[in-house]
Each structure stands twice: as C-alpha cells, then as structure tokens.
C-alpha cells in the first residue's frame, strides 16, 4: 500500500496518541487490579468511571485509525500500517508498542475480571450463609451453648 507523506505523519501521530492512551490506560488496569486484591471495593467505583472515559477515548482513536484508511480504500491491518510507517523506525516502533500494549491490557482486562467474578462469588456464598442463619437462629442458654429457638408447638396452641 502506498501512500502520502502527510498520511503517513498523521497515522504517526495517531499511532503516538494511542501508545500514550494505551499507557495510562494499562496503569489504571494495574491500579484496579491492586485495588480488587486488596478489597478496597469503594474506590473502585470511582476508577470504573475513569476506566469507561480513557476506553472511549481509545475508541475514538481506532475508529479515525479505521476512518483514515477507508479514505484512501484500504482496510486497517497490521501489514497496511507497517507499509504506511515502513520509512520510519521510530513510528514502526511506536505501532509495535501500540500492539504490545493492547494485548496487556486485554490481558489485565481479563484476570481483573476473574478478579471480580471470584469476588461476586463469595460475597455470594457468604450472603447466602447470612440468610441461611436468619432463617434459623438460635440463642444460648446459661451454660453458653446454642440452642434452636424453632419448637414443635405451634402458636395458640396448649
């Protein structure tokens, strides 16, 4: 694929756009990541909205990068984007950190999700606990042990 010097300096810098998008992108997955091991569930909501804001943002710049290449008919790929870059190894290198980086925060992307999956797991398991001991508690008696407050007599009977 052959193009224009100007395409060229503009997918650079687009390309440099993105490297830095991926950057703080994959930092706020790291932090989340951080976040979810050590519990510290309330900061996260925060975090999501950001998250969501820097994701669009990344959108935004794939869809130009897809925009840009319709305009002189021709499909994004990584071929089409190394023939545009291919005089520059500086912008070649910068789409390869682009690549790197995107298959990190696929990745981190990821196992923060298991991370929450297995958190949603056991708060489940320990509110289904808590609503199993509701439906059957007990009290102690003087000697400290528990016993059922669940008789076999009914009410308003004798």
Do not use: C
């Amino acid at each position: 694929m052959s193009a224009d010097q100007g395409f060229a300096h503009r997918l650079a810098r687009l390309i440099q756009d993105e490297r830095a998008g991926l950057q703080g992108f994959v930092a706020l997955l790291q932090k989340e990541e951080a976040l979810l091991i050590a519990g510290q569930i309330d900061a996260l909501t925060t975090l999501a909205e950001e998250k969501t804001t820097r994701y669009r943002s990344l959108q935004r710049l794939s869809d130009e990068r897809i925009m840009m290449f319709a305009r002189v008919g021709a499909k994004v790929s990584n071929e089409n984007i190394r023939a545009v870059l291919g005089a520059s190894p500086e912008n070649l290198g910068m789409w390869d950190e682009v690549v790197t980086l995107a298959g990190e925060a696929k990745e981190r992307n990821r196992v923060n999700g298991q991370l929450i999956t297995e958190r949603l797991q056991n708060n489940q398991q320990a509110l289904t606990t808590l609503l199993a001991a509701a439906e059957h508690p007990q009290i102690y008696g003087p000697d400290g042990q528990s016993r059922p407050t669940a008789s076999s007599r009914n009410l308003g009977s004798a």
